[in-house]
Antibody
Framework: QEHLQESGPGLVKPSETLSLTCAVS????????WTWIRQPPGRGLEWIGY???????MYNPSLKSRVTISVDTSKNEVSLKLTSVTASDTAMYYC??????????WGRGTLVTVSS | EIVMTQSPATLSVSPGERATLSCRAS??????LAWYQQKPGQAPRLLIF???TRAPGFSPRFSGSGSGTEFTLTISSLQSEDFAVYYC?????????FGQGTRLDIK
């Protein structure tokens, strides 16, 4: 059973770049798709995008111009970069193991606040 | 984009009773639908996939049904640990969308 752990700065200034990492343990990253999902405080879930270990990606069209998801198979890590952040990007960010486009294993999430 | 609409937004049910949660898709998603349970301070947890297949670890009290545009999550004989927020998610194609959630409260 894989274990996912998100990490990164909890505070990012407006207009800067949000960078998060998801460390995968207990299994190989080279098997499934890996997805980032976010949840603003008190609100619902938003799919950000996913990546396969080969590097194939798919992004939410509403975020596509600002998002990059990458994978480092040597470290068993998936990364998320979101540029030009604003207060509306404040959210809990989750990574999730993706099986046929449903998410069967989630990390605990990391809260990112965008504020000066 | 396929829009997922859940109803009601909040459902108040007494322990031991049955809860019925609805999820509607703006266009057909076949049976490409999942349900998640989220408790306060926790990540969502996969509950149902392929519209009706229960994920490991969940009681048979949980059942999913539907196809196309109309889906239902039924929880029979509610237990205290079932009170949470439930989200539906469609995965018909690679553009994934979630419903806004139904909060299941103790009556």
């Amino acid at each position: 059973q894989e274990h996912l752990q998100e990490s990164g700065p909890g505070l990012v200034k407006p207009s800067e770049t949000l960078s998060l990492t998801c460390a995968v343990s207990g299994g190989s990253i080279s098997t499934y798709y890996w997805t980032w999902i976010r949840q603003p405080p008190g609100r619902g879930l938003e799919w950000i995008g996913y990546i396969y270990y080969s590097g194939d990606t798919m992004y939410n069209p509403s975020l596509k111009s600002r998002v990059t998801i990458s994978v480092d198979t040597s470290k068993n890590e998936v990364s998320l970069k979101l540029t030009s952040v604003t207060a509306s990007d404040t959210a809990m960010y989750y990574c999730a193991k993706t099986r046929r486009n449903w998410f069967d294993t989630w990390g605990r999430g990391t809260l990112v606040t965008v504020s000066s | 984009e396929i829009v997922m609409t859940q109803s009601p937004a909040t459902l108040s049910v007494s322990p031991g009773e049955r809860a019925t949660l609805s999820c509607r898709a703006s266009q057909s998603v076949g049976n490409n639908l999942a349900w998640y349970q989220q408790k306060p301070g926790q990540a969502p947890r996969l509950l149902i996939f392929a519209a009706s297949t229960r994920a490991p670890g969940f009681s048979p009290r949980f059942s999913g049904s539907g196809s196309g545009t109309e889906f239902t999550l039924t929880i029979s004989s509610l237990q205290s640990e079932d009170f949470a927020v439930y989200y539906c998610q469609q995965y018909d194609g690679w553009q994934i969308t979630f419903g806004q959630g139904t909060r299941l409260d103790i009556k």
